[in-house]
C-alpha cells in the first residue's frame, strides 16, 4: 500500500508561480511511475503530468507544457510540480498518483492517489 500526501497548493496571482510536492509513504515509490491530475470544479479530472520510475521521461498535457516542470526525487520518495506563468484556468484541486505499470496519462490507469491540494490563480 503506497500513501500520498501533496502540499504547496495556494493563492497566486497570474504570472505568478507554486511547486507542488507529493510525498510518498513506501520506499518502493521508485518502482513506480507517477503522475499530476487536476480537477476543476463542474470538470472532469484532467491529466497535467507524468514521469517515469527514473525520472528520464517526462510528459504534459498540451495545456501546460512549457510553463510546468515535472520531476522526482526517489531518494526522499518525493514528485514535485513547479508551475510557472500560472493562469486563472490552471485553478483546480491538484492531485498525484502512482501505478505499479509504465507511466500513463489516463487517470484510471493509477493505483495510488493523494488527497488533492487546491491551486487558486486570481486574474
Known amino acids: 500500500q503506497v500513501q500520498l500526501v501533496e502540499s504547496g497548493g495556494g493563492l497566486v496571482q497570474a504570472g505568478g508561480s507554486l511547486r507542488l510536492s507529493c510525498v510518498a509513504s513506501?520506499?518502493?515509490?521508485?518502482?513506480?511511475?507517477m503522475g499530476w491530475f487536476r480537477q476543476a470544479p463542474g470538470k472532469e479530472r484532467e491529466f497535467v503530468s507524468a514521469?517515469?520510475?527514473?525520472?528520464?521521461?517526462?510528459y504534459y498535457a498540451d495545456s501546460v507544457k512549457g510553463r510546468f516542470t515535472i520531476s522526482r526525487d526517489n531518494a526522499k520518495n518525493t514528485m514535485y510540480l513547479q508551475m510557472n506563468s500560472l493562469k486563472p484556468e490552471d485553478t483546480a484541486v491538484y492531485y498525484c498518483?502512482?501505478?505499479?505499470?509504465?507511466?500513463?496519462?489516463?487517470?484510471?490507469?493509477?493505483?495510488?492517489w493523494g488527497q488533492g491540494t487546491q491551486v487558486t490563480v486570481s486574474s
Open positions: 513506501a520506499r518502493t515509490i521508485s518502482s513506480k511511475a
Open positions: 514521469i517515469s520510475r527514473s525520472g528520464e521521461s517526462t
Open positions: 498518483a502512482a501505478r505499479s505499470l509504465p507511466v500513463a496519462t489516463v487517470s484510471g490507469r493509477y493505483d495510488y
